[in-house]
């Protein structure tokens, strides 16, 4: 079992930077891919970024693409998202997700998930 917890979100103006952060509660969490997901209100959660176990290889939405940044510490469980030039569209609720197998933007693929972090970007 992994428990996610994630935590930094909060408001922040258009054009501005925001870090996000997701811990794991895991022993075994460098055996995760780990991905960022999304859920804005009246919308389905959708791909943001994921990150390989030994982070040799990430993928990205391409909404967000060039803006946002995904790393990860297995020294530390925890799996980053760096958001950049962000806009109000990015609004929604940020979700941490684990899984075994690579398959970067596919939901059913991530065996565990977090509780979300709100996101806000307004003026």
């Known amino acids: 079992q992994v428990q996610l917890v994630e935590s930094g979100g909060g408001l922040v103006q258009p054009g501005g930077s925001l870090r996000v952060s997701c811990a794991a509660s895991s022993r075994t969490f460098l055996i995760y891919a780990m991905g960022w997901f999304r859920q804005a209100p009246g919308k389905e959660r959708e791909f943001v970024a994921a990150i390989t176990w030994s982070g040799s290889s990430t993928n990205y939405a391409d909404s967000v693409k060039g803006r946002f940044t995904i790393s990860r510490d297995n020294a530390k469980n925890t799996v980053y998202l760096q958001m950049n030039a962000l806009k109000p569209e990015d609004t929604a609720v940020y979700y941490c997700?684990?899984?075994?197998?690579?398959?970067?933007?596919?939901?059913?693929?991530?065996?565990?998930w977090g509780q979300g972090t709100q996101v806000t970007v307004s003026s």
């Open positions: 997700a684990a899984g075994t197998t690579w398959s970067p933007s596919l939901k059913r693929d991530y065996d565990y």
